[in-house]
């Protein structure tokens, strides 16, 4: 049986009735996303017609999920709102403290020891407040939950921007910060600008080596980083249907490296298959009686242009493998031209490492398909060239293909398998000779590829691929390869061709796991300790944030202007300083120290006014802080892309900075400032960016007027005393002023005031 099935069945008993309430009050047909956000409606049966892009909305989401990161700060948080458990249903998973370095049994083993505090104030926090717990070693979030809690129709918040992974399963499932978490667990509605609709229609049929990873490669070449931003992604079509659920999966999953909200894909038989293959016969069951509310109606999908707000159609069966990278997830390259590319750019041709696995592919599809390339390697005498590892998704994974050969397979190629957990996937990789920072080329089946993400060498040229191509470039070790078109010398000297992959959707003989690693949480946790060390350098106990005087900001110090692309990995690393995340003073020492200061084009190094001297960012903001000069941080476009950790924004906040002026921003950072009480403002005229100066002193003129649609006024005082004033806009509805008044959205929770 499925956990929380009784919940399931609850939400499919309302979705009939409340969406053709929702079809009559909009007027026309709906698509499978607005489907599911109606029947999520915090006050419960539709009312009126929302605006996409425009109305601020109250959503009652069915669950939460964290992972061991985010879950540190999210519960330390949750301890302050005074509940006794959670409102819904919610989970805890260890996947992102344990570094890949040299095998899955010694990774783990030291994960245990060094992280156990975390760990065990995880799993105690977890037992007192009712929340299910996946101990180290179980498998990463996303794919854990796509193996045992994602249901079509359903809607979820997880406290990671890939939790959109459960896109596959047909939910909207939307990456936030902790505090947004927090709400939730609290029993208080969750808020969203309804989204626009990016339709993608897809036709024809993936075979080859062409695999569901292409399809969001192309997409990211399409809509690049910032051309989802507040819309959701409905696929469909009769290549949205042939494709298996872990493959939509995969798709959904990498939709936060285009910015947008969530991905999702309609109820068909890939799911049911998938869903009875891992115990949910159950949730298969109920799906099947309420099939059309699961799926946009089919109106929508045979005129889309009238119900989408942009449409994107690609045929699969003419969708040729791609390349995305290096540096960005959306420089897109069919396989046919990266050759040519790479000696364009002079990107290093030689491949050193080919990683697969991660929670964007590592489903027993993606695995089996590499497998079958593995396994010609010494059916064609061929060596391969450059280093390989695996990171299975879960521990349901790995034992299942161990159980059916594979493992074993990699392993005679000389492959590494890692833990199953985050690993190089997010900077958890301790690769030998990174700190060299030697410039050369990886390729991988993750994500994201993101200077200094995988390794923390910023020479480090990451490329984007399916587990499969990865596979078959890592067994030539030549980025230039074309395994469609071209030949292998093997150690007889003779040319060989890699025949195309093959693989099982899902396991002839079902998913095994002796322990997937499970831990229910108490009945009763009232009688849980949560012990916190007072002298602990990994936790520690949260104090309010000071709510605002009602004054204007006046006198603050520009603390930096930062130059080009500025992610959440640049405002707050994660790598080796995720071991801090439950301490907001000791990670706050990483806050913006990735950022190019504008003016001197230097990392790490701005100028501290009161003194004159440059120092590093963290260590100006703290003298700032201690002379009660309040600072503001100015930035670029999509400013805060990546991940959803909310430690990029409550740094800021903790270390005095009292706004956040860019010109634009990426939704999640944005949300998450909104939280902690900063304000995230963006220039009415981006020209304006230019007008900014190193020893400007800034003053807020009507700050004390803030108001909904209302621009703020910002006097930038120069060195010389001459002035600039510029307009800044936000997206602040009078709910989240409210949040800013109070010193943070937490602060009214607390109070019982949300």
Request: some cysteine; charged content about 20%; hydrophobic content about 40%.
């Amino acid at each position: 049986m499925a956990f929380d099935i009784e919940m399931i069945k609850k939400v499919y008993d309302n979705m009939p009735g409340r969406v053709d309430a929702a079809r009559q009050i909009v007027g026309r047909p709906l698509t499978l996303t607005e489907k599911i956000l109606y029947n999520h409606l915090w006050d419960g049966n539709p009312a009126k017609a929302f605006g996409r892009g425009v109305d601020y909305v109250d959503f009652a989401p069915d669950r939460v999920a964290c992972q061991d990161a985010t879950a540190q700060m999210a519960l330390l948080q949750f301890m302050h709102a005074g509940k006794k458990t959670v409102a819904v249903p919610t989970t805890v998973h260890c996947d992102h403290l344990i570094q890949a370095k040299v095998d899955a049994a010694t990774d783990l083993a030291r994960a245990k020891t060094q992280s156990n505090e975390v760990f065990d104030f995880l799993s105690s926090v977890s037992n007192k407040y009712g929340i299910g717990f996946w101990k180290p070693g179980a498998g990463i979030i996303h794919q854990v939950v796509l193996e045992n809690y994602a249901f079509p129709g359903g809607m979820m918040i997880g406290t990671d921007s890939h939790t959109v992974n459960a896109g596959g399963l047909g939910m909207v499932a939307i990456g936030v910060g902790g505090a947004d978490a927090v709400d939730v667990m609290s029993g208080m509605a969750w808020e969203l600008k309804f989204p626009k609709l990016i339709g993608v229609k897809l036709t024809g049929k993936l075979s080859g080596w062409t695999a569901p990873k292409d399809v969001i490669l192309k997409v990211a070449g399409i809509l690049t980083v910032k051309g989802g931003t507040g819309a959701i992604v409905e696929y469909f079509g009769e290549g949205a249907t042939a494709m298996s659920c872990t493959g939509k999966g995969t798709i959904c999953n990498m939709g936060a490296e285009i910015g947008a909200t969530t991905s999702t894909f309609g109820y068909d038989d890939s799911m049911s298959r998938y869903l009875r293959s891992t115990n949910r016969a159950d949730v298969a069951d109920a799906a099947d009686k309420i099939a059309p509310y699961l799926t946009g109606d089919p109106e929508v999908y045979a005129d889309p242009e009238k119900y989408f707000d942009q449409v994107i159609e690609i045929n699969l069966s003419e969708l040729e493998p791609h390349l995305n990278g290096p540096f960005t997830p959306d420089l897109a390259t069919p396989i046919s031209k990266m050759k040519e590319e790479a000696i364009k750019n002079n990107w290093p041709l030689q491949i050193q490492v080919g990683l697969i696995g991660s929670c964007t592919n590592s489903s027993y599809e993606d695995i089996s398909r590499a497998a079958s390339l593995a396994k010609q390697v010494s059916e064609k005498n061929l060596k391969t060239k450059a280093e390989f590892t695996i990171t299975p998704g879960s521990e349901v994974v790995r034992s299942t293909i161990e159980r059916d050969g594979f493992i074993d397979t990699f392993h005679k190629i000389g492959a590494t398998v890692f833990a199953n957990a985050c690993g190089p996937c997010i900077g958890m990789w301790d690769r030998e000779g990174a700190e060299k920072e030697e410039r050369n080329t990886i390729v991988h089946s993750f994500n994201r590829n993101f200077s200094k993400r995988a390794d923390g060498n910023p020479n480090t040229l990451a490329f984007v691929g399916s587990p499969e191509l990865v596979t078959a470039l890592a067994i030539a070790g030549d980025l230039g390869f074309n395994p469609l078109t071209d030949k292998l010398i093997n150690e007889d000297g003779e040319e060989v061709m890699l025949d195309e992959p093959t693989g099982d959707e899902l396991p002839e003989k079902g998913f095994y796991a002796e322990d997937p690693g499970f831990q229910a949480p108490a009945e009763d946790g009232s009688g849980v300790q949560v012990v916190v060390s007072p002298t602990s350098e990994r936790l520690q106990l949260l104090a309010p944030f000071e709510a605002w005087d009602g004054k204007n900001i006046t006198g603050a110090k520009l603390l930096i202007k930062a130059f080009g692309k500025c992610t959440t990995d640049h405002i707050s690393m994660a790598g080796p300083w995720l071991r801090f995340r439950g301490h907001l003073d000791n990670i706050s020492n990483n806050m913006l120290i990735g950022a190019v200061n504008a003016f001197n084009q230097k990392t790490n190094s701005v100028k501290n006014q009161l003194t004159g001297q440059y120092d590093a960012v963290p260590a100006v903001a703290r003298a700032y802080k201690a002379a009660g000069v309040p600072s503001i941080v100015v930035g670029d476009h999509n400013y805060g892309e990546g991940s959803s950790r909310e430690h990029a924004a409550m740094e800021p906040r903790f270390l005095g900075v009292k706004a956040v002026l860019v010109k634009s921003f990426a939704r999640i950072h944005e949300t998450n400032l909104k939280k902690q009480g900063l304000l995230g403002l963006t220039f009415a005229n981006e020209a304006d960016y230019d007008k900014i100066q190193e020893n400007d002193t800034i003053n807020f003129t009507d700050l004390t007027e803030f108001a909904p649609g209302k621009p703020l006024t910002l006097e930038f005082v120069h060195a010389d005393g001459s002035k600039d004033i510029i307009l800044a806009n936000h997206t602040y509805n009078a709910g989240q002023i409210g949040w800013f008044v109070a010193g943070s959205a937490l602060n009214l929770i607390a109070a019982g005031k949300a």
